[in-house]
């Protein structure tokens, strides 16, 4: 016998004594009981441990099979119980009846065994499997119960991670913020008499001396406006203006603050200006951009040689580029350059600086993108500025 079927009760419900005796000689291999009336059906039937199906005859004095099943349905602990109507009723309607009563199906009197046994079978089955299938549901109602209550903790335990974050960010903000204000007061002091006391000494090795503190103290100046320049991008940048721009003209003025610098290596500077247009950007953080662009071009040229700049229209893209003569970037650490001290400790003198990074955001504030690139002589790096008005 099947593995479903082991273990079954049927209640047989019939008034007549025959019926009842080929019945449960004929399922022998179920657990069975017997009622003679609708009344005991209901009794035997209603109770915690019901049984797995019911053989229900129709007609029976007082109440008969359509009454009893629609009590079955009422009560919760039959109302999943399969019922096979056994009638001598063959016209539509009472079958019909029947169905709508709550049976599951109906078999003829005088019925055939092989029908009868194959009927039983087939609603054992039906009941098994819509069994299996809510054990299934609730294991998985279960499982899913268990990944929500997960989800729910790991999103709250991420919600409570980014809150921390954003407060360690804010707290950065405002110590790069507070240490660059704090450091520049100082720092105007020690710049002056450094320059006033260059002046006033003849001594060389004194010179050299306070060459060296100069160049020290615009550093550390440079990396203090640098500083607090990326903190105001990092937390303000969706309070800039942005503005109608000559890029022309910017350059030229940006190009003005290294003459020193540029005499100083013997640089010369080759301007290549196509534009015809005006940009619109934050006039003040892309002056600042080309500014940090270009000084590292100069930092890093060979002297002796030329810095050349190319300001043209691609595609809907104003473009700067602006490229030197020297050392090239090795390929995997170009995305790192434009990292706050990215390279620090590959770099020549541990000073990767700041620069790189404020550009990439000043470009990410711009919604336009900095690329960087070697070339055969040298380095090219590009700022791409979308929207030409």
Do not use: W
Request: charged share 30%.
């Amino acid at each position: 016998m099947e593995e479903y079927l082991n273990n079954k009760t049927i209640l047989i419900v019939d008034d007549t004594p025959e019926n009842i005796d080929v019945l449960n000689n004929l399922l022998v291999d179920f657990k069975r009981k017997i009622a003679i009336n609708g009344e005991r059906a209901l009794k035997l039937a209603c109770t915690d441990n019901p049984p797995d199906l019911i053989l229900l005859d129709i007609m029976m004095p007082g109440m008969d099979g359509y009454e009893v099943c629609k009590k079955l349905r009422e009560d919760e602990r039959t109302v999943d119980v399969p019922v096979i109507f056994l009638t001598a009723k063959t016209a539509k309607e009472d079958v019909v009846k029947g169905f709508e009563a709550g049976g599951q199906d109906y078999v003829t009197k005088p019925f055939d065994v092989h029908e009868l046994m194959e009927r039983v079978k087939t609603q054992l089955q039906l009941k098994h499997q819509k069994e299996q299938l809510a054990n299934m549901n609730a294991v998985l109602e279960q499982k899913v119960a268990e990944r929500t209550a997960q989800l729910k903790e790991s999103n709250d335990e991420l919600d409570n991670a980014n809150k921390k974050l954003t407060v360690l960010d804010d707290a950065k903000n405002d110590f790069l913020q507070l240490i660059s204000h704090e450091i520049r007061t100082p720092l105007n002091g020690i710049l002056g008499s450094t320059y006033f006391l260059k002046e006033s000494i003849e001594d060389p090795e004194m010179v050299e001396f306070m060459d060296m503190l100069a160049e020290s103290a615009d550093r550390l100046d440079r990396f203090s406006r640098l500083a607090l320049d990326i903190t105001q991008l990092q937390t303000q940048a969706d309070v800039f203006e942005f503005g109608e721009m000559n890029f022309a003209e910017l350059m030229d003025n940006v190009v003005s603050e290294f003459t020193e610098d540029l005499s100083k290596k013997d640089l010369e500077v080759n301007i290549d200006n196509r534009l015809d247009k005006e940009v619109i950007s934050i006039n003040e953080a892309s002056q600042k951009a080309l500014s940090e662009v270009l000084h590292n071009a100069v930092k890093f040229a060979e002297e002796n040689t030329s810095i050349s700049i190319e300001l043209f229209e691609n595609e809907e893209n104003t473009v700067a580029l602006i490229s030197n003569k020297g050392p090239v970037i090795e390929q995997h650490k170009i995305d790192e350059i434009v990292k706050p001290f990215g390279l620090a400790e590959g770099h020549y003198d541990k000073n990767a600086g700041l620069g790189l990074a404020y550009v990439q955001l000043c470009m990410e504030a711009h919604k336009g993108m900095l690329n960087i690139e070697n070339l055969d002589d040298g380095v090219a790096v590009s700022l791409i500025f979308p929207g030409v008005s």
